[in-house]
Each structure stands twice: as structure tokens, then as C-alpha cells.
């Protein structure tokens, strides 16, 4: 019969390696850079009672990372680096009190890790977000303690991307004492923050 004539064909052509089936094309992992003149990583500390809050950011934070835009379900790798001794706060003695706490002098560096990535959508459109969930590891005066970061990337013109994540960290778990205001001390978590730019190496 034709049709099982051409079916034979067919499956002798497959054994022989004649017709090949096609094979998906393998995911392009890209390296970013963060763009430290447009990055900015913070914390806000949080004191009881009426004493409110206060902010501290550092400026031009560094970092490599590769990952896959059309697919953010493979593995994300990179490190992002930090110097302790770069917070400001707006008031001198305190960002003096941050250095002491962090130990800049002896522990110049904090860095992120990023151990595992999970998205709210597997691929990344122009000017889209899409929301993560950061699993990595935190370093901060020679402790390392697990750290997740919720957060959100976009690709910008220019394929660019612009990612912000943010998680509570408890600074004595890494040592850190807790600052003080008017002899009271903060809360004993504060919300870190990262606002960056990341732009393809070259």
C-alpha cells in the first residue's frame, strides 16, 4: 500500500540519519555588568514608637551576571559587591556609627550571591516586568547567612535591564550591633533594598 510505503521510507531515512529532526537551539547566556553610575543599593532602619526611621544608601555598587533573557528559567549566576564603607544617611556621626557596626575597616565588602532565581514568567519582553523570587547568599563581616530578595526586572531599550529586589535582613545574625537613637535602639530587621542597572559586556 502507498502509505505504508511511505512510512517505511520515512523511518529507514531516521535510522540512516538522512532526515534530521530538528534540535531546539541551545539558550544564550549573556553576561551584564552593573552600570554603577546608575545603581544604587539602601537599607531603612526602623526605631519603636514615634522615633520613625532612617535611610542609608551607598552609591556605585559593582557586580557580574550572566543570564539567559529568553529564559529566565535557567540558571542565574552573579555576585553583586558593595563597599560597607559607602552608606550615607545624611547625618555624619551616624554614617560614622554604620562604619563602626559594619567594620569597614577590616570587612571593606558586602556581597550577594545569587544561588537560585525563580519568575513570574519564563522570558523577558521590552519594557515589561517580570517579578522574581532572589534565593542567594548574603556576606557581611565574614558571615555568610541565606538571603532572599523579591524583586522585578525589565529590559529597557537598548537591552539594558533594570532590576530592584528588596528583603528583610536581621544585621545581628551577621554580628552587626544594632544602632542607636536616643539611646533607644532600632528594630532588630531592616529592609534592604537594590535599584540597578545592568548593561551587556562587551
Known sequence: MPAARALTVVLAALVSGVVALPVPAPAEVEKFTVDSDQSRVLFDA???????????????PTGEFEIDVDDLRKSIKGTLVVQASAFRSGRARRDKSIRKAL???HNPEIRYRIEKVDSSFPSLAENNDVFLTIHGILS???????????????????GTLWVRGEGWVKPQDF????????MVSMKDSVLAVFDLTLSRLK
Open 46 to 60: 526602623f526605631h519603636p514608637w514615634t522615633i520613625g526611621r532612617f535611610s542609608a544608601g551607598a552609591d556605585r
Open 175 to 182: 554580628g552587626v550591633p544594632l544602632l542607636r537613637t536616643w
Open 103 to 105: 567594620d569597614a575597616e
Open 140 to 158: 557581611m563581616k565574614g558571615v555568610d547567612r541565606p538571603a532572599t530578595f523579591a524583586g522585578r526586572v525589565r529590559r529597557k531599550e537598548g
